[in-house]
């Protein structure tokens, strides 16, 4: 998966009903592009470079790992979906709604359809004030000043901070009463995909399995026999460290934590990879550690039929993993839902997502969001 950067958006309009425009851009914005991460408050400002109506102007910031001129494209789409026709001659004018983006990090482009940073964002003080108010310490890659700076070098001073406020589709989803979240599935379904994608969207501490630094892992799919217990108990000691390293440094009443796996995985394979005897021992060892670890509070089973599982595994290209049987998976599957069964105390939320394409179809995602929080 490609990087997730962080967007900030100029959004401003002067025609109509200018707040409902800019809550529809919002609205928008949430439906096609990203979860918005900040919305600043609300400016009137009178129109620069041409004679017209006053603007409402804010800033929003997201973060996204599409490539800039795809999102531009997106903005531009939803510009037009508002309503906007822009002009070809090149020239200023009234606007039921604008997006610009401002910033990308400390990303630098120019190419034909997109500059980087907005060229006129350091003069403009109806983009830098409602930027600072969401990231005074953003910094501008070519001028080397944050929005704060920046703000104090302009001199117009004509801008009027308004009461009216806007509604953040985010706040529908209200992931962040779980503090701990653990997502599991079966190999290939998505679980790092899906945890990297709610803590980047709510501001969550991501802890991710290491299991490629794991050298027995591609000598168990070629030799499961002999690698099987080392493999197991090489998984259980790494597992149960990074869990209890990465809770000891977080305040859990105060940090939201999403990780892509649970440490009971740890007895659900080991039971289907180790011989009778192996597995009672390592069972005794299991509870003897999971006793003191940190439950989730809201677990999320990723269940996907065998053929989704094999299409997924060879997509992702790990050579170790091509020749999974499709009889190992479904033994996994059933020794999740075994386990399932069992927990009468674990809060389980199953999601079915044979139909789901929820890294690249946005609506998949946002249908994933509105189940967690149902």
Do not use: W
Not at 299 to 315: A, S
Request: one cysteine or more; aromatic letters at 10%; a negative charge.
């Amino acid at each position: 998966m490609k990087s997730f950067k962080k967007y900030h958006i100029s959004i401003g309009s002067n025609i109509g009903d200018r707040l409902q425009n800019i809550q529809n851009a919002i609205d928008l914005i949430h439906l096609e592009i990203a979860i918005i991460r900040s919305i600043s408050p609300v400016y009137k400002t009178a129109a620069v470079g041409f004679k017209g109506d006053y603007f409402y102007n804010i800033c929003i910031s997201f973060f996204s790992n599409e490539e800039p001129n795809d999102t531009l494209q997106s903005l531009l789409n939803i510009e037009n979906k508002l309503g906007r026709k822009r002009s070809q001659k090149n020239e200023y004018e009234s606007r039921v709604i604008d997006l610009d983006i401002i910033l990308i990090e400390d990303e630098i482009i120019n190419n034909n359809t997109l500059t980087i940073p907005h060229p006129l964002m350091h003069e403009r003080e109806f983009v830098l004030a409602p930027l600072n108010d969401i990231d005074p310490n953003v910094n501008h890659p070519i001028l080397n000043k944050n929005s704060l700076e920046l703000l104090s070098l302009c001199d117009n001073n004509k801008l009027q901070r308004l009461d009216e406020t806007l509604s953040n589709p985010k706040d529908k989803f209200d992931v962040s009463k779980f503090k701990y979240i653990a997502i599991e599935g079966n190999i290939g379904a998505g679980k790092s995909s899906l945890a990297k994608k709610i803590a980047i969207d709510f501001n969550s501490k991501l802890i991710l399995e290491r299991f490629s630094d794991n050298p027995f892992l591609p000598k168990f799919y070629k030799e499961p026999d002999r690698y099987a217990f080392t493999l197991e108990m090489s998984f259980l000691a790494e597992r149960y460290q990074q869990i209890t390293d990465d809770l000891s440094q977080l305040n859990i009443f105060n940090d939201s934590i999403v990780s892509d796996y649970d440490i009971y995985k740890s007895l659900i394979f080991s039971k289907i990879t180790l011989s009778e005897d192996e597995f009672a021992l390592y069972r005794k060892l299991f509870f003897s550690m999971y006793k003191d670890i940190l439950k989730p509070d809201l677990y999320i089973y990723l269940n996907q039929n065998i053929d989704r599982l094999k299409e997924n595994i060879k997509k992702r290209g790990r050579d170790y993993e091509q020749d999974i049987d499709k009889s190992y998976l479904k033994n996994i599957n059933s020794g999740y839902l075994d386990f399932h069964k069992t927990q009468s105390d674990l809060n389980i939320k199953i999601i079915d997502i044979n139909d789901m394409d929820f890294v690249n179809n946005r609506i998949d995602y946002l249908s994933i969001l509105s189940s967690i929080c149902e």
